[in-house]
């Protein structure tokens, strides 16, 4: 599964992209390598995070970590690559990893359990799910313009840090489901 | 359900505490009121957190709060508490709760979906559930002699914050489906 967001890097919330990315990168599902997280900015930069990437578990030491990323273009400067930016538009970005489901989960979709959602999700090879990490609004029309579908998965509307770890939480069940059949 | 986390405020990790109460205020469970969380801390301090409170979502700016926390014994100074400071043991607590069942989520423990521990805990009137939010380490001996039942949720070890997120996820959908029998 392959999971994007949309961060409020200048919009001054910088903090909803950390915690997601601390719960998707700590995730069962990540260290099981069947996660790839890219965060996309209102500036059409595309930021790829490594899988193996420890990130500061501080809001101002994460920060300082962007503008680091938006000075070199990938850091840390030398050895692996942890966060790489590029320029792209998510319409770009899904055509890169050759998309074969993309899933938006917006207030504005039809209402339907996350375990449904992430059943549809492990149902296809290439899933990509995007939440969005923006203080306020939705998607832009041209990002809905690329999406399959859009789910809503609570009444209430929920933190995009709640949504990821339920998203990824459910899917890891799907796809443990899908290679253990229950054995009722 | 009731939350108790043992904080590494002292210990430089008063980050995991604050994403934990993060997720934990921001979930539908903490939204219909049926969650109350407390910090207990190494040095036997309660915080017990309104379950309306609205936390600095910046790491820094929690560490302040704690800091005026621990000088005041309650924040905001004036006006309906947010966090109030007490002194005690975690056998304290669980006394004054008057806890029906106790489950301390660990890596010593029994291994067991965090599913079927949902369920356990739905099925008492005043659970309580013990997450440690330390850095390093275990429960104390002195705790775990309080303690009814400690399951491990996941063969890899998760951040606590990941487990947060999974249990009250689990207990909402748990407590949902006592109040509303699966019509199959």
Not at 12 to 17: E, H, Q, T
Not at 22 to 38: E, F, I, K, R, T
Not at 100 to 116: F, S, Y
Request: proline content about 5%.
């Amino acid at each position: 599964m392959q999971k994007l967001g949309r961060a409020g890097l200048h919009r001054g919330r910088p903090d909803i992209a950390h915690f997601c990315l601390l719960l998707a990168l700590g995730s069962p599902l990540n260290m099981g390598g069947d996660l790839q997280c890219y965060i996309h900015t209102l500036q059409d930069r595309i930021i790829k995070v490594d899988s193996k990437a420890r990130l500061p578990r501080n809001t101002d030491r994460w920060v300082s970590l962007l503008e680091q990323l938006y000075q070199e273009k990938v850091v840390p400067p030398t050895g692996p690559a942890l966060l790489t930016l590029t320029q792209g538009t998510i319409a770009s970005l899904l055509d890169e990893l050759k998309a074969d489901l993309v899933v938006a989960l917006t207030t504005e979709g039809e209402a339907r359990p996350m375990e449904d959602v992430a059943a549809r999700l492990a149902a296809h090879k290439r899933p990509v799910l995007l939440i969005g990490g923006f203080a306020d609004g939705h998607f832009s029309k041209r990002t809905m313009e690329r999406v399959n579908e859009s789910y809503r998965i609570e009444r209430r509307k929920l933190e995009a840090w709640t949504v990821t770890a339920r998203a990824i939480y459910d899917y890891e069940r799907a796809t443990r489901a899908q290679r253990q059949p229950a054995q009722n």
